[in-house]
Structures are given as structure tokens and as C-alpha cells.
């Protein structure tokens, strides 16, 4: 069974960042897209960051120009998320997700990280 292994996460002040890796245990093939979601206190959780065929990145608006996501498929399938001038409204559990083509692309399976904390208080 593939896991997805978070870390980064911590508490930063506003203005600062914090870089979140997510590295899957074993290659991962047939990779629709990679994203990070986060979900704050009594909130849905939200899309945060997308990255599609390896290169084409999709923001949500609030975080646009201010976070970057990227992957890394050398040793590893990994996905990142660089976030610069935090606010506190960026508090939230940033969970990663992979989601891979199956049946020949008729379905698609989603993978979770276990989500890492990350705090924005002065």
C-alpha cells in the first residue's frame, strides 16, 4: 500500500515560509495531478495547489504569488509546496494528494498525506 509521507509544516510569524514536502514510499505511474488541500477549524477542506502533466499549475486565488507548488519524480514521487508571506489565515492541516489514472484511465484513485500543521501567529 503507497503512503504519502508530509513534513515542513511548524509554526511560522507572518511574513515568513515554510516549505512542505510530501514524498510518496514507492513510485507512483499513470499521475493525473498532484495537489496539497488544507482545512482550518470548522472549514471544508479547500484546494490549495495543483500541478497536471508534470508541469501545468493551478492556484487558488488566495494564495496566488505567494506559494509554489512543484514535483520530483527522481528517486522518489514527490510534490512540494513553497509558501512565502504567510498570513494567519494560511493556519490549516495541508494534506497532500496524488491522484492516479487506473483501468486504463476509466478511474482515478485518490492517495491522502496524513497532513502537517501549519501555524502563522506572531
Known amino acids: 500500500q503507497v503512503q504519502l509521507v508530509e513534513s515542513g509544516g511548524g509554526l511560522v510569524q507572518p511574513g515568513g515560509s515554510l516549505r512542505l514536502s510530501c514524498a510518496a514510499s514507492?513510485?507512483?505511474?499513470?499521475?493525473?495531478?498532484m495537489g496539497w488541500y488544507r482545512q482550518a477549524p470548522g472549514k471544508e477542506r479547500e484546494l490549495v495547489a495543483v500541478?497536471?502533466?508534470?508541469?501545468?499549475?493551478?492556484y487558488a486565488d488566495f494564495v496566488k504569488g505567494r506559494f509554489t507548488i512543484s514535483r520530483s519524480d527522481s528517486a522518489k514521487t514527490t510534490v512540494y509546496l513553497q509558501m512565502n508571506s504567510l498570513k494567519p489565515e494560511d493556519t490549516a492541516v495541508y494534506y497532500c494528494?496524488?491522484?492516479?489514472?487506473?483501468?486504463?484511465?476509466?478511474?482515478?484513485?485518490?492517495?491522502w498525506g496524513q497532513g502537517t500543521q501549519v501555524t502563522v501567529s506572531s
Open positions: 494528494n496524488i491522484a492516479q489514472q487506473r483501468n486504463y484511465g476509466a478511474t482515478v484513485y485518490h492517495y
Open positions: 500541478i497536471r502533466g508534470g508541469s501545468i499549475t493551478d
Open positions: 514507492e513510485m507512483i505511474f499513470s499521475i493525473n495531478a
